[in-house]
């Protein structure tokens, strides 16, 4: 993506904003201005002085004047920026949220949760640097140059004219070259820091899995050298950083020694030569800030590009033509479906499968031979390469996602438990239920009596930082839920994979004695899992037969 096409699409989120932008722009500039007259003004009264004919209290009250504005000035426009700014990254943020809600599980599960984390978090925080620290100070600098060299002008026009290529050249040349320098560095930055990210998310992940197979030392030297990629690559940073500070103060310097000399060459009187000098040093506040901006803005762009190519993920499976609602299930019918995923060979091929309702049907065979794919076709994770998936005798695509979520209800191998009461866990399915409902779920799921056990019930809070829960206690509140939202259909993926034999089996019975009128997919590649179905089948190397 180019730059400039990046530019433009962060500055469409500004556009709504940019009364406000150019009041703390104004204010940046009167703040600027009120700096650069104080040294002024002192000159003014040595002059004076000098005259005899000084009045030092009435240049000391301009002074404080100039002093005061000054504070007023930046804290309103610091507060404006950086209140524009926070309010652009929420909306960005909401957008992100919108896009991954939009492109769904099925292409969210293919990635990196490190990266996410680095797009929600790093990569749009690193985005205040362009709303908050580049458009107003591009706009405060512009300002301030322009009424400084206006000034200096009324003096001496070569003098203005050197002021004007020294503040060009900290303002404009030095971010250019800064920023074509370090091109890559804003990348690499970012890479070392998701990859980073990454390693500590799965060493905490599989903490059990590392201290069982003694993986400690490797471990901890991949997340050393993973530390020192991202040590290197922040130096490399600070270097440039460097290299731009040095290189500003010297042109600063350069152009006022310049500007006296120059003035005194040509003879010109010495209050200018000095007025000249004097405004050289105190002017160049406002281009300083943005000698830096080349480099910073390498991080910034780098996440910007990465948030831009999020933002314009499209879906697997679009629902824009989709108009059909109901919560009824009455039928559903694999016709010929072939299905791969991306880049892979086929994994279903010529799949014809017929549910009808009150029908239990289980599907085993070996994992990674298809069969959780097969629930997340129904579910519309996907659409299949070949053949068609009906619901009702009605194509698929043309139900409501909404529709869906309704007339499914699905229970996984692992039930997540977010961070909150049991009742807002088990009450996901169905927000508005009643305390009762809520209650008969949980005993059909017998989980019932432990939830009483504990001190506050089902306000007790579970998840995160709350109160863990066991894998049986996971799935039997993944099973309430599942009780409560009372779908027509029932999709079962590997529900008791993770269980051992007595939890399996009371999960068991509560599934086969609460869903006598409910339609059923279940998948598993346990026996004793798939003896709860009416008629099962076996899927082997793609293909699907009853046994």
């Known amino acids: 993506m180019k730059t400039i096409d990046l530019v433009k699409w962060l500055l469409s989120f500004v556009r709504p904003m940019s009364g406000k932008i150019f009041l703390a722009a104004a204010l940046g500039i009167i703040s600027n201005l009120s700096v650069i007259a104080i040294p002024l003004l002192g000159l003014q009264a040595l002059f004076e002085l000098a005259k005899h004919t000084a009045t030092p209290q009435r240049t000391l009250l301009y002074m404080i004047i100039c002093g005061l504005i000054r504070g007023i000035a930046r804290y309103l426009e610091q507060y404006l920026n950086h209140d524009i700014a926070f309010r652009l990254l929420a909306r960005i943020r909401d957008q992100i949220f919108e896009t991954l809600r939009k492109i769904g599980p099925a292409k969210l599960s293919g990635r990196k949760s490190g990266d996410l984390i680095t797009a929600i978090t790093s990569d749009v925080e690193a985005l205040e640097v362009f709303f908050a620290h580049t458009i107003s100070p591009i706009l405060i600098a512009f300002g301030t140059t322009l009424v400084t060299i206006g000034f200096l002008a009324s003096y001496h026009l070569l003098l203005a004219g050197i002021l004007l290529i020294g503040q060009l050249l900290v303002g404009v040349l030095l971010p250019i070259l800064g920023y074509q320098k370090s091109q890559h560095l804003g990348d690499d930055y970012q890479t070392a820091f998701v990859e980073l990210n990454q390693q500590i998310m799965e060493d905490v992940s599989s903490i059990q899995d590392i201290a069982q197979y003694s993986l400690e030392e490797t471990r901890l030297t991949d997340l050393e050298t993973a530390g020192k990629n991202l040590n290197l690559q922040y130096r490399r940073r600070l270097t440039q950083e460097g290299w731009l500070r040095v290189s500003s103060e010297l042109v600063l310097v350069i152009t006022a020694v310049l500007l006296f000399l120059v003035g005194s060459s040509l003879h010109l009187k010495g209050t200018d030569v000095l007025v000249g000098t004097v405004l050289s040093l105190s002017s160049f506040g406002s281009v300083l800030a943005l000698s830096g901006l080349g480099s910073a803005l390498l991080t910034t762009f780098a996440s910007g590009r990465r948030l831009y190519a999020l933002t314009q993920e499209q879906p697997i499976v679009s629902f824009e033509n989709s108009n059909i609602k109901s919560d009824t299930f009455n039928s559903a019918e694999f016709q010929e479906v072939n299905f791969s995923y991306k880049n892979t060979q086929t994994l279903l091929k010529n799949i014809s499968l017929s549910i009808k309702k009150g029908e239990k049907i289980g599907i085993g065979g070996e994992s990674g031979n298809g069969k959780s794919t097969l629930v997340k076709l129904l579910m519309r994770y996907w659409d299949p390469d070949k053949g068609k998936i009906q619901m009702n005798q009605q194509d698929l695509s043309i139900y409501t996602e909404s529709s869906l979520h309704h007339t499914q209800g699905v229970m996984e191998q692992t039930t997540f438990i977010f961070e909150d009461t049991i009742a807002a866990n088990i009450r996901l ?119």
């Open 429 to 547: 399915g169905n927000p508005s239920a009643s305390d009762a409902a809520l209650k008969e779920a949980s005993k059909k799921a017998a989980i019932h009596e432990w939830i009483l056990s504990l001190p506050e019930g089902y306000e007790t809070k579970i998840g995160g930082s709350f109160r863990s829960v066991s894998d049986g206690e996971r799935q039997r509140i993944g099973l309430a839920r599942l009780f409560l939202q009372d779908a027509p259909l029932v999709l079962l993926d590997e529900p008791t994979s993770n269980l051992d034999y007595l939890n399996e089996q009371a999960i068991l019975s509560s599934l086969k004695n609460s869903f006598e009128e409910k339609t059923v997919m279940l998948i598993s590649h346990r026996e004793t899992t798939l003896a709860i179905a009416d008629s099962t089948y076996q899927l082997e190397k793609g293909t699907l037969t009853k046994k």
